[in-house]
């Protein structure tokens, strides 16, 4: 027999097909239609759709709070995942991670705001972290940031 954590992936896997690789949702509204707090759709998210596993989650709480999740396997056939997995790689350091954001910036690809954020976020997040592990985590979360910035026409 399934658990609750097992159907609400499954869910989020069917809406995901369905949405072609990108589900934005409101927690509550899942958390209702599972009839469970909201802390059990955060567990799913945080065990289930980690980067490891190919997916970039976006949380943004508050009363127009939303999920974004974003299926990385579906789109690495696009030319921006093939593009940001060969400029980071598996691995890369905070002074080549600076640098490729700098080179962005430049080429107006991504704000000088975003790259501030991004700066900030990897100093403090994966800065006093030694290579390789240090360089590994970086590259994943750079990747995951990049990719979903480069894919929003909005940025």
Do not use: K, W
């Amino acid at each position: 027999m399934a658990t609750l954590a097992d159907l609400i992936e499954t869910y989020i896997r069917q809406n995901l097909v369905a949405g072609e690789g990108l589900l934005e949702v409101r927690r509550c509204d899942l958390a209702g239609a599972f009839s469970c707090a909201p802390s059990q759709i955060n567990y799913v998210l945080e065990t289930r759709f980690t980067p490891e596993r190919g997916y970039i989650v976006e949380s943004r709480r508050g009363g127009g709070g939303f999920i974004r999740i974003t299926c990385l396997l579906q789109q690495q056939n696009s030319p921006v995942y093939t593009a940001v997995y060969e400029l980071v790689g598996d691995e890369i350091s905070l002074h080549y991670a600076e640098d490729l954001l700098q080179r962005l910036y430049e080429s107006d690809l991504i704000t000088h705001t975003r790259v501030e954020q991004i700066r900030q976020f990897l100093r403090q997040e994966t800065g006093r972290l030694r290579p390789p592990i240090g360089d590994r985590l970086r590259a994943i979360v750079l990747r995951g940031m990049l990719l979903v910035l480069l894919e929003d026409p909005n940025e």
